[in-house]
């Protein structure tokens, strides 16, 4: 069973920094891209930012580059997300999802339950 186990979100105010943890299990973690995809109130969920494990390629969100930084442990199975210089427009619920290089958001299947970041202005 693919498991999905986000931490490390809650409040922070602007210009803070946060680092979201998802715990993997239930599949073999350097087959696949592993990534953050958030989604604010009243708007869609949109990627944020992936990694590709076999060959640790990267791509971020325009909205985060040069704030935001993923990385992987392959020994533990775990991705994080660095998120430096919060911003308001940050607030989000944030999402864990495996394969989160599919050309399409709604072919992604496998999601954490999801965890909240909120950034004070």
């Known amino acids: 069973e693919v498991q999905l186990v986000e931490s490390g979100g809650g409040l922070v105010e602007t210009g803070g920094s946060l680092r979201l943890s998802c715990a993997t299990s239930?599949?073999?973690?350097?087959?696949?891209?592993i990534g953050w995809l958030r989604q604010a109130p009243g708007k869609e969920r949109e990627r944020v930012s992936c990694i590709t494990n076999h060959d640790g390629y990267t791509s971020y969100a325009d909205s985060v580059k040069g704030r935001f930084t993923i990385s992987s442990d392959n020994a533990k199975n775990t991705v994080y997300l660095q998120m430096n210089s919060l911003k308001p427009e940050d607030t989000a619920v944030y999402y864990c999802a495996v394969d989160c290089s599919s050309p399409l958001i709604e072919g992604i299947d496998y999601w954490g339950r999801g965890i909240l970041v909120t950034v004070s202005s």
């Open positions: 239930g599949f073999t973690f350097a087959d696949y891209s």
